[in-house]
């Protein structure tokens, strides 16, 4: 399918230990979003275009593989890398419409992902990696307590649990607000 191709393509390009699945691929792989997808996202060290194969779209990130947290997976035509899914947590909260997938399917696969998270490593790869934004949507969508944080953070589509400014999220916060606020009779 389109994540053999995606890594095959780039494996070819940069080399095996250059590149990974990455995002809404990553979450495929390791078996929380049940259905294919059209678009494979791979992290790569240059930022390319995105092409078009008989298998499917594949997508370019341009990432640093090697501050990523990976681990081995064999795809049909080559081995190579896939984001673990601490990393891939982080990854779907920072970019929850990466791969063409809907806010509602990132917050879901983060959320089955997350019993096969260390906390910790999540929050130690959201410092390493300067993701506090995606950190504090993380809290979020899974329900952690809410974290010391930056204000103004845009919740990017997703919907998590309690009040998002409570996390320092903006944008759907009012709508939250005035959503779970009672109303008293007219």
């Not at 060290?45 to 995105?50: D, H, Y």
């Not at 899914?85 to 970019?95: F, G, H, I, N, S």
């Not at 589509?157 to 409570?166: I, N, Q, S, W």
Request: charged share 20%; net charge positive.
């Amino acid at each position: 399918g389109a994540k053999a191709a995606a890594l095959g393509i780039a494996v070819v390009d940069y080399g095996r230990d250059r590149v990974a699945l990455m995002g809404p691929t990553a979450a495929r792989v390791l078996g929380v979003i049940p259905r294919a997808l059209a678009t494979a996202t791979v992290a790569v060290p240059r930022q390319r275009p995105a092409i078009t194969t008989t298998a499917g779209r594949v997508q370019f990130v341009k990432r640093e593989v090697a501050n990523l947290d990976t681990q081995r997976v064999t795809a049909d035509v080559t081995i190579g890398w896939v984001t673990t899914p601490e990393q891939t947590v982080l990854d779907l909260a920072d970019r929850p419409n990466l791969g063409g997938i809907t806010p509602a399917t990132a917050a879901e696969a983060v959320r089955t992902m997350t019993g096969r998270c260390d906390q910790q490593l999540v929050a130690r790869l959201a410092r390493t990696q300067r993701k506090a934004g995606a950190w504090q949507r993380y809290c979020w969508l899974v329900g952690l307590p809410a974290p010391t944080r930056r204000t103004h953070i845009p919740t990017r589509g997703l919907h998590g649990v309690g009040d998002p400014a409570d996390y320092g999220l903006d944008l759907a916060a009012k709508v939250w607000r005035k959503a779970h606020t009672p109303t008293g009779p007219s």
